[in-house]
Nanobody, 114 residues
Framework: VQLQASGGGLVQAGGSLRLSCSTS????????MGWYRQAPGKARELVAA???????NYADSLKGRFTISRDNAKNTVYLQMNSLKPEDTAVYYC?????????WGQGTQVTVSS
């Protein structure tokens, strides 16, 4: 399984970015797809997740600013990030899980300047 994350970059505080995660398999083959992030010196944390049934889950601190969605035809999951803050600066990773294991993308850097 290959996951390709893209869309990171440098943005000013208050700006927006959309991350994309494309998979080499149908996203319906995964019961969980999610975005995680890791800031320097901190543990990796869940940002948002979406199940194969379409249920979504967000980190409490990010609700209302971030939205996870998917395009089934493109086997792609998105993370729309609005009203970005400097504390959102991190490497963002895409993860997919099925009963065969967990799979991670390579990460994409998001840097929010103040």
């Amino acid at each position: 399984v290959q996951l390709q994350a893209s869309g990171g970059g440098l943005v000013q505080a208050g700006g927006s970015l959309r991350l994309s995660c494309s998979t080499s398999r149908s996203i319906f083959s995964f019961y969980h797809m999610g975005w995680y992030r890791q800031a320097p010196g901190k543990a990796r944390e869940l940002v948002a997740a979406i199940s194969s049934g379409g249920s979504t889950n967000y980190a409490d601190s990010l609700k209302g600013r971030f939205t996870i969605s998917r395009d089934n035809a493109k086997n792609t999951v998105y993370l729309q990030m609005n009203s970005l803050k400097p504390e959102d600066t991190a490497v963002y990773y895409c993860k997919a899980a099925n009963y065969g294991g967990d799979y991670w993308g390579q990460g994409t850097q998001v840097t929010v300047s103040s």
